[in-house]
């Protein structure tokens, strides 16, 4: 079975700092998708990056970042120049089929000014 | 445009009776997913549709949990005689295609569902 790991229930930074969430997960899968889904107030799950298995160079997307280590089952998301506005809850979420989507129980990101 | 649309957004009602949660999918989405997030928890999978293909039920909790998908667009999610571990909320998300894997579900803001 597959498991998603975050082992940071909370973190904080500054406003224009950089941070780090970790994600780790569990699979005897090859080829599979990783995830980071952002959940502010408003409840909505926002998708911010993704990284198919298959790929060796690490998704960007603007100030988002992702560190994929295959070999160590690992996905962590950098954030750069925090922003006010990424406060909020942060899932890494595993994806081997599309009904079979797991997910992280998720980090409490808040951006301080 | 459009994005998946969620309704009520919040429904409180008492142990014992049935509710009946809405999902709008994306126009032209083929897949649906219904998840269920308790307070401070990540998703819990609940049901998938693709097409019009026999949806996995493999992540209903119990038989008072069932869904349908009319016309392979809006679907509901109903709970049947509600007990108060059922307060949760629940997230409808709908992606391009399922099989594959690799398009990206997209979440509407989710029924905010309270047992009293």
């Known amino acids: 079975a597959q498991t998603v790991t975050q082992s940071q229930p909370e973190m904080s930074v500054q406003e224009a700092e950089t941070v780090t969430l970790s994600c780790t997960y569990d699979t005897s899968e090859n080829n599979y998708y990783l995830f980071w889904y952002k959940q502010p107030p408003s409840r909505q799950m926002i998708l911010v990056i993704r990284q198919e298995a298959y790929k060796q160079q690490n998704a960007t997307e603007n100030r988002f970042s992702v560190n994929f280590q295959k070999a160590a089952k690992s996905f962590s998301l950098k954030i750069s120049d925090s922003q006010l506005g990424d406060t909020a809850m942060y899932f890494c979420?595993?994806?081997?089929?599309?009904?079979?989507?797991?997910f992280g129980a998720g980090t409490r990101l808040t951006v301080k000014p | 445009g459009a994005g998946v649309s969620q309704s009520p957004s919040n429904k409180v009602t008492e142990k014992g009776k049935d509710v009946e949660l809405r999902c709008d999918p994306i126009?032209?989405?083929?897949?649906l997913y219904w998840y269920r997030q308790s307070l401070g928890q990540g998703l819990e999978f609940l049901i998938y549709f693709q097409g019009n293909s026999a949806p996995d039920k493999s992540g209903l909790p119990s038989d008072r949990f069932s869904a349908e998908r009319t016309g392979g667009s809006v679907s509901t999610l109903t709970i049947q005689r509600t007990q108060q571990e059922d307060s949760a909320v629940y997230l409808c998300a709908s992606s391009l295609q399922g099989m594959a894997g690799n398009q990206p579900q997209h979440f509407g803001d989710g029924t905010r569902l309270s047992i009293l």
């Open positions: 126009s032209g989405h083929t897949a």
């Open positions: 979420a595993f994806m081997k089929r599309a009904n079979d989507m797991r």
